[in-house]
């Protein structure tokens, strides 16, 4: 890629950076040696530019609805690739051309919340970025007060937005938009390098991945919070975690961000927002593909989103085939869940109970009467019970990590309990298990603790 797409420059961590969590797993997977990770610590305690060919990204973005011509890495900083070609990202390591008025830091607890939210993702089988490790460091740097700052490791196969081809795009730089193109239709593999039409099958893909990303947020009920085109990737993964939060009791008009004043990305407008930011991106693309031709694969985002979501609460309910009357039992469980404020999460899980007839807690007369419209539709199911009751454990998960849970373990990292960070990353190792380590998730929240919102700050 040319000099346009980014600036050279090294890296400016924070002073005395010690690892505090190492994915070994991840490593394994990325093609990250303990080698290359002692290199990657050393770096960052005394950058050297002879080790690493280091270099900041510009993008651009519509930001809460509104276009800003330029952003960019104002604190990540690109590493280079893995073996295996993952970028490896150092975010919160130093200021670089596009800071603006940011220090180029990231907060702990924002570093914290990204660390657990992507290995969380993809433990739900939800496409995202990886961490890879987190180093906390002495320095301190103030948000609304001075607070302990982090670096990141994190691993994607792309770090490519939707942001970076509106960058271009808005300044008729059509060659950049095309390079761009080419570059990532030749790189990933996700895209048809050898598509009779190579740019449609691009666009076509990421909004067909876009709108699966999406279907699987609002299955598992995950709100992002800052779901601006700078945070989109074209792989169709989460991307860029700020205010984001797993819903508790069900509410569809949850605004996680406190920083959302008007509810943009609140979470029964995700999908159509997913919509928002393909429409953002096909404007970005005109010079590649006809306008006609955008305006049809757009057409194509809501049957996939809506199909997607279908599948995934038919077999949240362990129904195998769709059946007339599905979607009304499927709505009216959900509109019991929001009318009674019951926890999402284990509303879903409470189903194999009741499938399995184990279930001994009564609950109110509407649900009661819905238990009983729920088995008697298994009545019609042929499939054997075992398979079906397989199915629902493995897309109820059983623990989402919810905000006041991830702000207790912020708090004993704060205070050098890294043990705890260690142990909750575990639990969700695998969030679809029941097992004795994940009982401290039983925990209610306490007063004030509930639906935690968080802000852009970070
Ligand atoms: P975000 O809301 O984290 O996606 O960030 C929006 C933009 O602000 C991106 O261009 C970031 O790189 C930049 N940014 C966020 N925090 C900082 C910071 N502390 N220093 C410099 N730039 C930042
Ligand atoms: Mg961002």
Known sequence: MGVEFYSALPANPPADLALIIDNRELREQIGLTDEDLNKIQSYCLSPNANDFDTFAMVYAGHQFGQFVNQLGDGRGIFLGQTNHDYDLHLKGAGKTPYSRFGDGRAVLRSSIREYIASEVMNNLNIPSTRAVALFISEEKVLRDSYESSAVLLRS?????????FEFFHYRNKSKQVKKLAD????????????????????????????AQMISKWQGVGFCHGVMNTDNFSILGETFDYGPYAFMESLNPEFICNTSDYEGRYRYSNQPYIGLWNCSALGEALKTLIPEAKIEEILKTYEQEFSSNLRRIYLDKLGLTDHQPGDDELIQDYLSLINNEKLDYTQSFRSLIKILKEEDLIKSSVSLEKWKKRFLKRHEFEKSDLRDRLDMMKSINPHITPKNFQIQKVIDAVEKGNYEALHSF????KNPFEENSKTQIFDEVPGENEANIRTSCSS
């Open 425 to 428: 990353c575990d639990a969700f």
């Open 183 to 210: 570059y990532a239709i030749e790189n990933y593999s996700l895209f048809n390098e050898s598509a009779e039409e190579p740019y449609v099958n691009f666009f076509q893909t990421i909004v067909q991945k876009t």
């Open 156 to 164: 994607s196969q792309s770090h490519i937005r939707f942001g970076h």
